[in-house]
């Protein structure tokens, strides 16, 4: 559905053929665990066992001496930071904590916790020398709760962490504590909001950990090489950030550092840390030999990034016509064993689907004893998504307004101010929201209740994603034979070679077929972020017109010299270049005559925006709920987005199904589920991921508003469908049953519970 | 020290032998020995299906496949869905439906699709997502993939009634 | 994973012999779909793994007037694709239906569900419904046990050492009666059960009145249990909703289920209850040829 007069484009809106998809369904492709060398050995982690632990003493003496064992390294192998920052793209970073996070020294802060790691010929021999190393442990009370872990008396993870004070004032700023940031946003008055509104709501949320649950566990392999430069082969989300991390962590200047990177089975987040690289290039470097490492499955759950669990208070007060007036939310998110969770942006998404004149926000990022936490698909929005729209939801019972018009009453647009500064351009916030009111699904009845233990209800939210900008490079090289070689640095995780191609092949006005696409490793482009943050079909797609601008206008000069004219006299327009009196030559013909006329054609490209235009998504959901069991079934669903423009529209709406099922995973089922000891559900039985006899058809209705700062109005689509389904489904929960959700994931057990109280 | 045994099957139409210690797996043998990485790891505990192969006939996880146990066994992987050079309906189907995002799970769906047309050519949408539980993909939320087995089955029968 | 010696023998007693040469520290293999990850995880480390599933003995699937003769490696596919055992022995086919994925089904037997001998097995119950006994081949004499005396802690059970698990008999179904298994599980598929039941129901002539009933129940306590006195208790009882909501209420006494992942103890007991209840429902409709709404997981 689009909003605007649509321009007419060739290639854009169309669903060619991704162009390595044959690859890909035949198994030719290349993953990084796929990829072998002559020589070649396997290094296994050794993890800790505990949540929290100090290390007396490791000995490895036996496992260096089992046949078979080329290496074994610890935390000694890896060089010395002291209290070293840097900042690595996301904001400055403890290089200590980096590094203890690759090859823990004194401390265990997690189960699964890196403490050594040994290569051998094969990986059997490498997991029995690993069995092999012994470790003395002095354990140490663990903290697992993120409120806990913020009372004075908490067992401290980490002696150097002071908190850092952003907005909000300062106590204790010189104690040892958990709590790694206290950051503070205000808008207007809050007191004086309340104070004017005619009802107020004030509840709380806990959310658990989740994992962003990639199929392809995290791999690497590296050869430390004679000449002491490194090259590393991985699925990683950037190649570029993971040289800069390994290049740190070894102390290398980057340029020592290559990362290839082999086609990646799944990211969301998880993949942009770096884990193995160092460690294998460690290996490696005391081997001699190029060494692989792959993680096992339980490895991905306890020692990967998650994403934060939470507790999350929120307050929101109402005039009786339904305006909103004032909110308050007060954010505190897990951020594993060192600081970084994404509670920042927590706090900027929160309300950023409503204009309120009134908001305040703060947000804590706490240390617990549990993994790192990481980026997650729209990081930190899901979870106060789920708060916000569930008191939205309250709201319109309480009023009996319907939670359609409610959103429109409230919806955020072109001028809306977002709690933390930042103005909106023009957005589509509002078009998702009457996307979903004139839909099919929302027309429809309601589903009515089979038997008096299956009862039915329709939920309704909304979500928000900033969408990311960065740096992207892109070079695209004329072919004799009137085709365009592509070369860019954003891995491809769900299809983007061929976003970016349609960019580029529209800009030049020649068939996405014919452009070529290749992800190159970090020397074979310029700079590239990483594929994250929805961000490479905007970005790297603005950098691929760039290429292709550039390559029109070499082209339009290499035509004047073909028919020796003026070079102000030749224009390339229409996949073509045309000239004085009537002169026109195609793209394909101009091709084949390059040789004529000085050469080979290289165009680049270059994108560095700051950042780009938000994406909202409006989500109805019907459920049915077995009162008897707790058990929730997903019956019809249905996203409305806003795409900008949809380059391909099929892998946009793939995007949105994708996340939308994520979405219903997290408020369902998945959840990292702790004792002491640590997590218990580390496999894919235990941590319940949807299966597709889990779900429906997921209905897609792509609306395009398009972005004011890309050529073609491209909004990144990649995060925010995951934001709304957790709330959607309470809202849907209630309708049917009348109990109110605020524990995520709703699973049987806890919806049973609450109906029983009931 | 090593206790290797020789073992001869049929891979994907071709006889085969290759040397293995009992404790490698099926999977471990077709990715490291034959080099046949088109079966993808995901979680060695036979939980997402990833690693779907064809053993005589029936879908198996090959990461719970001793290679030991393959001996005259006829096995079919992800390589041998495509003849001479021509992909097969399901191939296709995911190529044209946009089934795929990052593509680590999608030779173990088509396997195990091409299991489930093999054995039930006019399944339902309730029997495709029964059949294919067993495969786990992160990315599409299934949508496309369950299309793509439809539109698969839908080509088979055309093509079976043509002919 | 570790280093071990793989033998396929090819007569039962070669793999009876191997067994007890191997004094405790082999283990046989039948679809391995338990054994292998075990062994992946480092949970067991035989020395020796004896590859029972081609041993025809393992392998027959027959009936005769004892009833069903299954051998323990019969993987669950050949059983829920018999139309007999879907008919007469429909708990069963229900059970071999949702273990694992479709691939795990290719090779996982009940034999072999039943040795591993786990609190969940989802086979476990149905086959005490159906009254079923395990025929174990060993040095010395056959013996015979009762499925429901068959596992004796999590992860034990009456085996001695070079004893296997033959083959597990069922007796043939009376007239007049039908059986289930299901289990709850937080998805609908790839779980373990959190809470399974199976149930037969036998009927008197007139179709409404219960004459037998026998209900096995899973992971609710360190092994399936029988409930004997519940089973019998339901003699006589008019087959109704009523009827069996009681019983559900009266299963939620017996059992002794733990706090873990999967499930807390409290709401273990609540739906053995829901699920004893829906469970007997749906074995009586199947008693009377009645149509029944079971979907696996829904």
């Not at chain 1, 192998?77 to 980096?98: C, I, K, Y």
């Not at chain 1, 073909?562 to 229409?574: F, G, I, R």
């Not at chain 1, 909004?715 to 959700?741: D, F, H, L, S």
């Not at chain 3, 479709?102 to 996982?108: D, G, L, N």
Request: aromatic share 6%; proline share 6%.
């Amino acid at each position: 559905m689009a909003i605007a007069d649509k321009p007419q484009y060739n290639v854009i809106g169309t669903r060619p053929i991704r162009h390595d998809g044959v690859d890909k369904v035949t198994g030719r492709a290349m993953y990084g665990a796929d990829f072998r060398m002559a020589g070649l050995l396997h290094g296994v982690i050794v993890r800790s066992p505990y949540a929290h632990a100090r290390i007396k003493r490791i000995d490895t003496a036996k496992a260096a001496a089992l046949p078979g064992v080329r290496a074994v390294v610890t935390s000694d192998d890896l060089p010395q930071h002291g209290a070293r920052q840097v900042d690595l793209g996301e904001g400055a970073v403890s290089m200590r904590h980096l590094a203890a996070n690759v090859l823990t020294d004194d401390k265990v802060l997690y189960r699964g916790h890196a403490v050594a790691a040994v290569a051998a010929d094969n990986v059997h021999i490498a997991e029995e020398a690993a069995r092999l190393v012994k470790v003395e442990y002095e354990p140490l009370p663990p903290v697992l709760d993120v409120r806990a872990a913020m009372q004075p008396d908490a067992p401290i993870l980490n002696d150097d962490v002071r908190t850092v004070f952003a907005g909000a004032p300062e106590v204790n700023a010189d104690q040892p504590t958990n709590i790694a940031k206290h950051l503070l946003f205000e808008k207007g008055n809050p007191q004086e909001g309340f104070a004017g509104a005619d009802l107020v709501f004030e509840r709380e949320f806990d959310t658990t950990m989740v994992h962003q649950g990639y199929i392809e566990p995290h791999n690497a392999t590296a050869l430390w090489n004679a000449d002491g430069k490194v090259t590393v082969w991985m699925s990683t989300q950037g190649s570029f950030t993971a040289r800069e991390q390994t290049a740190e962590l070894l102390r290398l200047p980057v340029s020592s550092v290559k990362v290839v990177p082999m086609e990646i089975g799944g990211g969301f987040g998880g993949k942009i840390s770096v884990y193995l690289p160092p460690v294998a290039a460690l290996l490696s470097r005391k081997s001699g030999r190029p060494v692989k490492v792959i993680m096992s499955r339980a490895d991905v759950f306890e020692a990967t990034g998650p994403t934060p669990g939470s507790h999350i208070r929120l307050k929101l007060g109402v005039t009786k016509d339904g305006k909103l007036n004032a909110a308050e939310a007060w954010v505190a998110f897990e951020a594993g064993a060192y600081p970084g969770s994404p509670v920042g942006m927590a706090c900027m998404c929160v309300f950023a689907c409503y204009d309120i004149p009134h908001a305040r926000v703060e947000g804590f990022d706490v240390c617990v004893n549990k993994p790192r936490t990481n980026a997650y698909r729209a990081p930190g929005s899901t979870q106060v998504a789920f708060a916000i729209e569930t008191v939205v939801d309250e709201i319109c019972t309480e009023l009996g307004v319907d939670p359609v018009e409610l959103r429109l009453r409230n919806a955020s647009r072109k001028g809306t101010q977002r709690v933390d500064g930042p103005t909106f351009a023009r957005i589509g916030m509002e078009e998702t929201v009457e996307a979903i009111k004139a839909s099919s699904h929302y027309m429809s009845l309601a589903p009515q209740s089979r038997s008096p233990d299956k009862q039915c209800g329709r939920g309704v939210a909304s979500g928000f994603w900033f969408n990311a900008g960065l740096k992207s490079s892109v070079t695209a090289t004329v072919n004799a034979d009137g085709t365009v070689s592509l070369i860019e640095g954003s891995t491809d995780i769900g299809g983007t070679r061929t976003s970016i191609a349609m960019q580029l092949a529209e800009t030049l006005g020649i068939t996405a077929e014919d452009v070529h696409p290749t992800v190159a490793d970090t020397e074979g482009i310029g700079y590239t972020d990483v594929t994250g943050g929805s961000r490479v079909t905007f970005s790297t797609g603005i950098a691929a017109v760039r290429a292709a601008e550039d390559i029109c206008s070499i082209l339009a000069d290499r035509a004047a010299a073909l028919w020796d004219v003026p070079a102000d006299q030749t224009k390339y327009e229409n996949g073509g270049v045309t000239g004085p009196d009537g002169k026109r030559i195609s793209f394909k013909e101009l091709a084949g005559k390059l040789h004529l006329v000085g050469g080979p054609v290289t165009g680049s490209g270059i994108s560095g925006e700051e950042s780009q235009s938000g994406a909202f998504g409006t989500h109805c959901v019907d459920v049915e709920v077995d009162t008897e069991t707790g058990k929730v079934q997903i019956l019809r669903y249905t996203i409305a987005q806003d795409a900008g423009t949809a380059i391909h529209p099929s892998y946009v709406e793939g995007q949105m199904q994708g996340g939308v099922v994520q979405g219903i995973g997290w408020a369902l089922n998945e959840e990292y589920w702790y004792d002491e000891q640590g997590m218990r559900n580390a496999t894919f039985l235990d941590y319940r991921m949807p299966t597709c006899y889990d779900v429906p058809m997921i209905e897609t209705i792509i609306v395009e508003v398009p972005a004011s700062n890309h050529p073609y109005g491209v909004r990144g689509v990649g995060e925010v469908p995951i934001c709304p389904p957790p709330a959607a489904i309470a809202n849907a929960i209630y309708q049917a049953t009348g109990v109110r959700m605020r524990q995520l994931p709703m699973s049987p057990p806890r919806l049973l519970a609450e109906l029983l109280k009931s | 020290m090593s206790n290797k045994h020789v073992i001869s099957l049929e891979l994907n139409g071709d006889a085969v032998e290759f040397l293995c210690e009992p404790r490698q797996t099926l999977l471990e043998v077709l990715r490291d020995i034959l080099h046949l990485t088109g079966t993808k790891e995901g979680c060695s505990n036979g939980n997402c299906g990833a690693c779907t192969v064809l053993f005589n006939g029936r879908p198996v996880v090959s990461c719970l496949v001793l290679a030991m146990e393959c001996e005259d066994a006829k096995i079919r992987t992800i390589e041998g869905v495509a003849c001479d050079g021509a992909l097969d309906e399901i191939q296709n189907a995911f190529l044209e439906g946009a089934a795929l995002q990052c593509g680590i799970c999608t030779p173990g769906f088509i396997v195990q699709a091409q299991a489930l047309l093999d054995e039930n050519p006019n399944p339902s949408e309730d029997e495709i997502r029964f059949y294919l539980a067993g495969n786990l993909c992160r990315c599409t939320g299934y949508d496309k993939i369950v299309r793509a087995v439809q539109a698969a089955a839908e080509q088979r029968r055309a093509a079976t009634t043509a002919g | 994973m570790h280093s071990f010696e793989y033998s396929a023998p090819h007569s039962l007693s070669d793999a009876v012999s191997l067994l007890a040469q191997a004094e405790g520290n082999a283990r046989p293999l039948a679809g391995g779909t338990d054994l292998i990850d075990q062994m992946q995880t480092g949970r067991f480390r035989p020395a020796l793994v004896i590859d029972i599933k081609k041993l025809p003995e393992l392998n027959v699937l027959e009936f005769d007037g004892d009833g069903l003769h299954l051998g323990a490696a019969v993987p669950c596919y050949r059983i829920y694709g018999e139309p007999r055992i879907v008919q007469e022995y429909s708990a069963l086919a229900d059970a071999c239906h949702i273990i694992g994925g479709v691939q795990i089904q290719s090779r996982a037997s009940v034999g072999g569900n039943l040795c591993n001998s786990g609190p969940a097995a989802d086979s476990t119950p149905a086959m005490i419904a159906l009254s079923a006994i395990c025929v174990i081949a060993g040095p010395g004499e056959t013996r015979q046990v009762p499925v429901e005396e068959f596992c004796t802690a999590p992860g034990e059970n009456v085996l001695r050492r070079g004893e296997i698990l033959a083959e597990i008999l069922f007796p043939p179904r009376p007239a007049n009666s039908g059986s289930h298994y299901r289990r709850f599980i937080p998805r609908n598929e790839m779980d373990i059960a959190v809470v399974g039941v199976g149930a037969f129901v036998e009927l008197e002539d007139d179709g409404q009145t219960i004459k037998t009933a026998r209900i096995g129940l899973g992971a609710v306590a360190p092994t399936p249990l029988l409930a004997e006195d519940l089973s019998a208790s339901l003699s006589g009882k008019p087959a109704t909703d009523s009827t069996f909501v009681s019983a559900g209420e009266a299963a939620r006494q017996i059992i002794t289920p733990i706090t873990d992942m999967r499930g807390t103890a409290e709401y273990r007991k609540q739906i053995t209850g829901v699920l004893v209840q829906r469970v007997l429902a749906t074995a009586t409709a199947r008693a009377r040829g009645e149509p029944s709404e079971y979907k696996p997981g829904k």
